[in-house]
């Protein structure tokens, strides 16, 4: 189990949930500004969201599968269509982004 502090969002997180299983971390959208309201309750400015620049999204690409025998995970090859290829490390993700910092 490790801690970690995103470099995009800014989120700190644990990598392991506390049942054991693997969180997955995904930044959220950034609020550029809040919702205003008047005295009714009437939205007078709507609440502003964007994607942080270089956003980090740890879900697996699709397509991932984990190899048990081989002990890595079996991708689709970007070069054939048809064909896979076999990666050793650790499950590949959607988007490293910015990266992420150990605290």
């Not at 506390?18 to 950034?30: A, L, N, S």
């Not at 809040?34 to 956003?55: C, F, L, M, S, W």
């Amino acid at each position: 189990m490790a801690n970690w502090k995103c470099n995009a969002c800014g989120a700190t997180y644990s990598d392991t949930l506390r049942d054991g299983g693997p969180y997955t971390h995904v930044c959220g959208p950034e609020i550029v500004s809040h919702e205003v309201t008047d005295d009714k309750g009437q939205i007078v400015k709507p609440r502003v969201e964007r994607e942080y620049a270089n956003h980090r999204d740890e879900n697996p690409l699709p397509g991932v599968a984990y190899d048990a025998k081989r002990k890595g995970h079996v991708l689709p090859d970007p070069d054939d269509p048809t064909g896979t290829v076999f990666y050793p490390g650790p499950v590949p993700i959607k988007s490293e982004g910015a990266g992420r910092t150990a605290v």
